[in-house]
């Protein structure tokens, strides 16, 4: 009686309290983390450290991000440390440190190959230099090619001296019947050099005396170099022997006491001047037509011819 009494006692008690008071809940499942044993220990029994982890609410849906297991080096045993606010990301860098040592080199490589794409050849450099120095030279030549033609060379005529004149009857090479002009002269002028910085080499077209359009008489000019800023006097022998007329002659007497004849003296100076070598090399043309009156009664006089000649 006494212990059913006692017993009955308890189940009233309990039967209170739980009416008072609601039931307690359940525990929450326990988080265990298993170590492994240590290398070498041949013991069969299995040791389970166990740890139970209640995370919080708020933080059970991003809680493989909000936790970092650390391990300690203690052979055997295994410390887990929660420590949130860490990110994923942090914890990949952290469990594998030798990740960031290749994204390094690559962006260090892609810097350098950068800047030797932003960094010229050196084959650029040397066309470059190529190009400009051409420039330069061409545009040294182009001014003294422009210096050179503004410093022509000039010729002036001074006289020309009739020595001999006379016509005569005769044959030519071919036995024809015809009259034979023969006439020696010697014609001056001055050749000049305005050049200031280069030379110039010389030559002529054939000095020639023209009876209207026929050629009379005839000399020529032999090649000579000419000095910068100098001159020189020229004698050029003009003169024919024994020159069939053909009747083309017709105005023209071998009397000494004739009546004056009317000549045309031409010729054309050329002057080549070497400035830069064989690279610059201008050409100077000077073109001279002279009027010439032939005086029989004054043969051996010199005849003026500075008023009487054209230049071009």
């Known amino acids: 009686m006494y212990t059913h009494g006692k017993h009955a006692k308890t189940e009233s008690e309990t039967s209170s309290i739980s ?14 983390v298993q170590s ?11 040791s389970y450290h166990s740890t139970p982890a209640y995370p919080p609410t708020h933080h059970r849906h991003n809680s493989r991000d909000s936790f970092t297991a650390r391990f300690s080096p203690t052979p055997g045993t295994r410390k887990v440390s929660l420590s949130h606010g860490v990110t994923g990301a942090d914890r990949h860098r952290d469990d594998m440190p030798w990740r960031d040592t290749p994204a390094i080199e690559e962006e260090s490589l892609l810097r350098d190959g ?9 084959r650029f450099y040397v066309l470059a230099f190529v190009a400009v120095f051409l420039v330069l030279f061409f545009l040294f030549a182009l001014v003294l090619w422009g210096a050179s033609h503004h410093q022509s060379p000039q010729v002036t005529m001074n006289s020309i001296t009739f020595e001999d004149f006379y016509v005569q009857a005769g044959t030519d090479s071919s036995l024809v019947p015809t009259d034979l002009l ?3 002269s010697t014609v001056k002028l001055t050749y000049r050099n305005a050049g200031s910085f280069f030379g110039v080499h010389v030559t002529s077209t054939p000095v020639l005396l023209d009876y209207y359009q026929l050629a009379i008489a005839s000399g020529s000019i032999d090649y000579f170099y000419q000095s910068r800023k100098s001159q020189r006097n020229l004698h050029v022998a003009v003169m024919s022997s024994k020159l069939p007329l053909y009747g083309g002659g017709s105005g023209l007497s071998g009397r ?10 031409s010729f054309t100076v050329r002057s080549r001047a070497y400035v830069l070598g064989k690279l610059v090399k201008p050409k100077f ?16 006089t010199p005849v003026s011819l500075k008023n009487s000649c054209q230049y071009s």
């Open 19 to 32: 009416l008072s008071s609601p039931p307690p809940s359940p525990p929450p499942p326990a988080y265990y």
């Open 36 to 46: 492994p044993l240590e290398y070498g220990d041949r013991a069969t029994a299995t």
């Open 114 to 122: 950068e800047q030797e794409e932003k960094r010229l050849p050196r």
């Open 182 to 184: 023969t006439l020696n």
């Open 256 to 265: 000494p006491n004739g009546p004056p004849v009317n000549l045309t003296l």
């Open 285 to 300: 043309y000077s073109h001279v037509l002279c009027a010439v009156v032939m005086d029989q009664t004054r043969l051996n």
